[in-house]
């Protein structure tokens, strides 16, 4: 990428941004649709699953450049805050089935 200014850097941030929030948007709709099909807060949790995607995304990043650490980080915080989001979609199932 090519930038004459620090004004149009932070234009194509903004534009990236506005993608990225566009697909965890998408995300988080998948994670509520997982809530479903899981019995309890350890299936949520799933540990093996976590570090499954971690383990995918660390070899797409190769590709491109990223480095590991940003990866990883970026995508434990991200799937934290989801496993959270997918608990308390969980236990309003769990209270709308009583």
Do not use: W
């Amino acid at each position: 990428m090519d930038f004459s200014s620090i004004e149009d850097v932070r234009n194509r941030i903004d534009q990236i941004d506005s993608e990225l929030v566009k697909m965890i948007a998408q995300r988080s709709q998948c994670v509520k649709a997982a809530a479903v099909f899981k019995s309890d807060h350890s299936a949520v949790r799933a540990p093996d699953r976590v570090q499954q995607v971690i383990d995918k995304v660390s070899k797409q990043e190769t590709d491109t450049g990223l480095p590991t650490v940003i990866i990883e980080k970026v995508y434990r915080a991200m799937i934290g805050a989801f496993i959270d989001y997918e608990l308390d979609q969980h236990d309003q199932l769990r209270k709308e089935k009583r």
